[in-house]
């Protein structure tokens, strides 16, 4: 069934991106991908690893809410400690300055999902809201499972995929999500096509 809900979306992203410099950030430095001939200049290619991320996500239509990142066995609950560390790739176009594309993906991140949506209480990270959140809110589900993040100048394209368990009960479900955001003129965000969705494994 195609859903299309209205969904906001809270992207820690932005700020895991903008500390990768920090303690989350493994790689020594970008390799950069130069043309030997500058007056015909290649594609730029940045590539990183360890870029910690938290992206939280919200569909309207099933009243769920998910928190990628680990919130559970935690030494310290802290904005670093609930991050996922994935691959990052950005590739910078010559003929337009401001035509980036920034690539993340990961095999093994964190997700648990909620049901009822407290955004205020996850987003933006204040650690007393965000720490006493995830420590007395039952999860509906959690599990591991693999992320694709496509983030344009103009667009965004969020995809996680994997198994799951229902936590009441150790059911195994099959869980999707998708999250697409275009940029409108004005610059602001607008959600074009977004779903969480979780199938029973082996039926309904």
Known sequence: MNRMPRLMLALALVGGCSERTGSGATAAGPT??????PSSPSIIVIRRDGIPVRVITVDTTSGLMAIHGPVDNLPVCTNATTRDPVDGQQ????????????LLQASDTHVEIYQG??????????????????????????????????????MASFRWQ?????????????????????????????????YIRLEAVGGP
């Open 32 to 37: 950069l991908d130069f043309a030997d001939t």
């Open 91 to 102: 590739i910078n176009t010559p003929s337009d300055a401001q035509g980036i594309r920034l």
């Open 117 to 154: 949506i407290n955004l205020a209480a996850v987003f933006p990270f204040v650690a007393a809201s965000f720490c006493s959140f995830v420590a007395s809110t039952p999860k509906a589900y959690e599990g591991i499972v693999a992320y694709q993040v496509n983030l344009g100048s103009s």
């Open 162 to 194: 994997g198994d799951v368990t229902r936590v009441s009960d150790g059911t195994p479900f099959h869980y999707v999500e998708r999250q697409d955001v275009v940029a409108t003129p004005s610059g602001g965000g607008k959600t074009t096509s977004s």
